[in-house]
């Protein structure tokens, strides 16, 4: 944003537009025009035209009234509530009573500033696109909502398809009509909050849904913190005066996600639990139940968005304009049927937005940290955690170069591939670099950038897809060239995709000599050279643009086609590292691998 926008926006608006602050404007617009009134002066006694000077006097005024009504009817006027504003009033409470919600807010000056770069930069639509989606609703507190509606869709009316207005502005061709009953499920944080609060403004009938899904009875020790965010569901409903019904998928959640969880746990895998449980119980389970309180469609707290086209198609998922909380990574699993009733209120928002809309409403939970560990369980010592449920006999920590003891380790799986090794006596940083089950030894190197870190290669196996389908291009034979993310935070990256069959020890193509098994890992029921059979379907073979670093076996690995994303799978095992090739990691692919 520009330097002047911001001085503008900055010293008009400042703790809300009264009397003095409308009077200050005129003063300065009227020593901008000082200059011109002097030179109509000297006109005049240069016997310049009466009627020349009159006309321009008449447009001068007409001018400052112009920016006068501009300002009084933003809705900025300090101490004025927006009396026509019912369901705001109603959401919002004592607080939206005694203030407008534009007056005195970084939020409100930062979207006129907005508009005001507009006007300056043409280029910055896409900008202009997320900010309003945040202050969409807000902007219908304006004294007459409907003039900015028209300037505002004059603006993004040239917009990208992908944009983040096209999927967040409300619009019975995309989105379900105003009235429609939405369930949206309320976790106790600021995301469902703030996801409620907005659905609410745009007019859906909104139920809050609180799920349980773990039993704090079957642990030995630790203490799951679901009491806690009940209570503060409880908190957020009663202040958005929406009802909030509770319901429980303990048993579905065991079965469904928690037991594969710990069998590839105890097998030396790092399986990622948030994928099976966005699959099988928020947008299964929990999808199904919301019929059970007349909810046609239900909402969620994920940092994404969704294409939902004008006629007929697919819908599609997209990653949430907030590239640090994307949440894509985690939806990948989830089928277009169940997303063609889901709705994301929070996809074309930053972290630090959400944030400012729940202060600005007086969400108490607005700076509440987010939820970070397993999913439905909470964060807690891995290790102990996952202690509770299966052996976890000692082992030995492995030199991956010299085949070196380095001392003893505390359960193989505690451990995964790019981890901080921690071996007691030791000054140097180790790291975890693959794991011999069967002798519960776990590899690791010296240095977060050993080669033995990285590989170019690897296969994946249990492929989903969001359209059901993988793409036409590679049912063809053909390879692909995608985004691909291997770890929730890691920036997507490219790399070349194909399809390969179930056995690599089948594909009878020399090339598939490249794509054989890392020798750092050792698993139940395989070891390198020789890949394991696999499941039974069709895989993807991989080559990583840059080297990948930290590629495990079982993680998630999902696929980007530009801003859509496909699916993907879950990595069968890496290829060679760059350390069993004998190729150092050259300091040009530091900043590029993952």
Known sequence: MSSWAEEIVNGIFEGGVNTTTLVLLNSILLLLFLPIFVLLYLTLKAGFAYVHVIVFLLLAVGLLVSINWFVYELGLKKGEPDQKNDALTQSDDSHAKSNNLFRGSKQGRALIASLVTVWSSPTSHEALAARLVEFQSLLQGARRPRIYEKALGSLSGGLHPYSTLSHQAPNESFDPPKGTHVAVGISGGVDSAVAALLLKRQGYKVTGVFMKNWDEAEERGGACQSERDRQDARQICAHLGIPLRETEFVREYWHKVFTQFITDCASGLTPNPDLACNTHIKFDSL???????????????????????????????????????????????????????????????????????????????????????????????????????????PGRFVDVEGGGDKGPHKGIAAYTSGQRARIGGEKDKWYVVGKHVAEQRVLVARGGGHPALFCTRAVVEDLFWVSGQPPPALLRGESLTL?????????????????GPSDPRQAGDPTDDAFRPSGHWSLPGWAAPDPPSGAGGPTLHVHFAAPSRAVTPKQAFVLYDGEVCLGGGFVRYPCASLHEQGLPLPETWVGAAT
């Open 483 to 499: 985004g691909y993310k291997v770890r929730y935070l890691q920036p997507v990256a490219p790399c070349e995709v194909r399809l």
């Open 287 to 393: 999808l199904g139940w919301t019929e059970t309180v007349g909810a046609q469609w239900l909402a969620t707290g994920h940092y994404a968005r969704l294409q939902r086209p004008r006629e007929g198609g697919a819908v599609q998922l997209l990653r949430g304009a907030d590239p640090e909380k994307d949440q894509t990574y985690f939806l990948a699993a989830v089928g277009e049927q169940a997303l063609r009733r889901v709705l994301f209120p929070l996809g074309g928002l930053h972290k630090h937005e959400v944030r400012a809309i729940a202060a600005e409403a007086g969400i108490s939970q607005a700076q509440k940290k987010s939820s970070v560990g397993i999913c439905f369980v909470g964060k807690r010592p891995f290790a102990e955690f996952v202690g509770e449920y299966i052996d976890m006999p």
